[in-house]
């Protein structure tokens, strides 16, 4: 379980993170999620005690992680997949940390098995690729059995078969009564993996709640309707609250109604229909609508 | 519904597990390796160099030097100015890099969430990185004093390790070593930057003695509160003729190359803990 009570993290006169309160309890996978600078991995900094919050505490199983002698059997974290040193081979990084800590040898042979590294455990860091330093760095958070485990962004980097990989161990970590905390920055890796969401912006909480929860909150989903009866169907849709902007060539883009309902609504109105396609999911839609004042650094014409 | 882990027995934190974590990282890098040897041959070569060339001018010097040869000249070639800069300047080096290895790689951030007792980890470095260059001070100066007595023994003007002055001014020299790993280490901590560390390090230990003078009293103060001119104090013999003003004890000068080293450490024990990562 990982606690953050009133945490605030100011630097000079910016701040980072600002009264932040949240619970990541065992047993499913919680989804950190915000736009770029939003203050996602100070909080992780601080709940790893890498930095000290200007205010508030954050507790990992009850106590503040950096009151703990030695980590790894506690929590398991990758923070950045780069904080490495090329100078060692895999194999010799994931024993220095195992050593630290009383952690047997054979579990380092493990771990590496188990992240795929087996193949590329004598060969130095220098010459991996940013896929295979996130394996490493998964490797290194398994090596304690944590209870407890924290990820910063470990999609980045990984093919699609990696990406498939670490869902899927994510979820049987999850499965086995741990804790789990994974930040990302895009909605579309959590909807498969998330069951609990912790959604943050500018350093402040807009959420924390479950995954269903959260898609409920999104109101101006987006369907694109393509049809040759766009005379006869716009009408009902307006009629019944969306607002329909006409395209070319028979593309209705409908605000404010869902897939399911626009069917129903074309059936009715004996609309023939090409296309029906929900535009982005109900979780993206409300990933954007929630965070949208939040963005920190938005393009010039990105302006919402 | 959690379901609870199998309550494995979790073994108390041992501090003798830090120090081998420490002595596996210090090992596991290529240069580590092979710096300690090439210091060594460089170091020594120096001795020998000098040792060399005495032995073939020996004849052609004045009746002065070869009165005073030993100890003072002998005792020099054992292990010349020049030996003791270089050691300084790569073991002061290896202790910065140490510790810069891993802020400027970001391995710190990895290490210290493995390790959130901060202090202890530092302190089972500073253990290792101090007994590994100890060991390596005092097997350097052995070396290059037995070799460069060697050759000089051919002149019958070469010194044995029972001779008087002789073990102090060995020990002065090999405490070089562990004593510029740790202001390096010092200086590590407190800048993390890998040139910035290497820089002042060198600064302090080999430069910084060139640009002050010992002809006044305060001058002189400052001059023998730098290790390198405390080390000179304390390894070698003046000749009886020529006694150098203000020059301190050996007791100040064993003082100073002490309170370096400690001084290093307490600042990067003081720094370590409340710093953000």
């Known amino acids: 379980m990982i606690e953050a009570n009133e945490l605030t993290k100011r630097y000079g006169r910016t701040t980072a993170v600002r009264g932040l309160s949240f619970t990541v309890r065992p047993g499913h996978v919680t989804g950190f999620l915000g736009p770029n600078g939003a203050g ?59 050593r630290s800590n009383t952690i047997p040898r054979r579990r380092v042979g493990e771990v590496l098995e188990e992240v795929g ?153 004996r609309a023939v ?16 609508e929630l965070t949208a004042d939040s963005v920190e650094y938005t393009t010039a014409g990105d302006v919402r | 519904m959690t379901i609870a882990l199998p309550a494995a ?41 000098g040792a060399l060339a005495d032995y073939r001018n020996f004849p052609q ?35 910065a890099l140490s510790v810069v290895n891993e802020y400027a790689s970001g391995l710190i951030r990895t290490t210290m969430a493995a390790v959130p007792a901060r202090r202890s980890l530092l302190s089972a470095k500073v253990l290792v990185v101090t007994g590994v260059t100890a060991v390596f001070g005092v097997a350097v100066v052995a070396v290059s004093f037995t070799v460069t007595q060697a050759i000089l023994s051919g002149r019958g003007v070469s010194l044995s390790f029972g001779d008087p002055d002789v073990l102090p001014s060995l020990a002065a020299s090999a ?30 230990l080999v430069l910084l003695p060139s640009f002050v003078g010992q002809e006044e009293a305060w001058t002189a103060a400052v001059k023998f509160a730098l290790p390198l001119n405390a080390w000179q104090n304390l390894a070698t013999v003046a000749p009886l003729h020529v006694p150098p003003p203000y020059t301190p004890s050996p007791t100040h000068s064993w003082v100073v190359l002490a309170v370096w080293p400690l001084l290093a450490t307490a600042a990067a024990l003081a720094l370590v803990r409340r710093r953000d990562l």
């Open chain 2, 9 to 49: 027995t979790v073994p108390r934190p041992r501090f003798r597990d830090l120090l081998a974590s420490e002595w596996l990282k210090l090992w596991s890098l290529r240069p580590t390796r092979w710096a300690f040897p090439l210091t060594a041959l460089i170091v020594v070569g120096i001795g020998v160099n």
């Open chain 1, 273 to 288: 229909l090409h296309e029906l396609i929900p535009r982005s999911s109900s979780l993206e839609e409300a990933f954007m």
């Open chain 1, 40 to 98: 996602k991995s100070t909080t992780l900094r601080m709940i790893l005690g890498l930095n000290r919050p200007t205010s508030g505490t954050a507790l990992v199983g009850g106590r503040p992680f950096g009151a703990l002698p030695r980590g790894l059997r506690d929590v398991g974290a990758l923070l950045d997949a780069r904080d490495v040193h090329h100078g060692y081979t895999a194999r010799a990084h994931l024993s220095v940390l195992a």
């Open chain 1, 117 to 269: 590294l087996a193949q590329a455990a004598t060969r130095r860091i220098g010459g991996f690729s940013l896929g295979m330093k996130q394996r490493l760095g998964i490797a290194a958070a398994l090596l304690g059995d944590p209870p407890v485990l924290v990820f910063d962004e470990p999609v980045n980097g990984l093919d699609p078969e990696g990406v498939l990989w670490l869902r899927t161990l994510l979820r049987r970590l999850a499965a086995e009564g741990r804790t789990v905390f994974v930040s990302s920055h895009l909605m579309s890796e959590m909807e498969s993996t998330a069951e609990q969401l912790v959604v943050i912006g500018r350093g402040e909480l807009i959420a924390a709640e479950s995954l269903t929860a959260f898609a409920a909150r999104g109101t101006r989903r987006r369907v694109a309707v393509r049809t040759p009866d766009a005379d006869a169907l716009a009408p009902a849709l307006l009629a019944a609250g969306a607002s329909v902007e006409a395209g070319t060539d028979g593309l209705l883009t409908v605000t404010g109604l869902p897939a399911t309902r626009i069917g129903e609504l074309a059936s009715h109105t």
């Open chain 2, 61 to 95: 010097y004045s009746e002065g030097v070869r009165e005073n040869f030993v100890p003072t000249w002998a005792l020099r070639d054992a292990f010349p100015v020049a030996s003791a800069m270089v050691l300084m300047l790569i073991v002061g080096t290896l202790g």
């Open chain 2, 175 to 204: 405490a070089l070593a562990p004593m510029s790993a740790l202001v390096g280490l010092g200086f590590g901590v407190l800048l993390r930057h890998g040139a910035a560390t290497v820089a002042v390090t060198a600064l302090v």
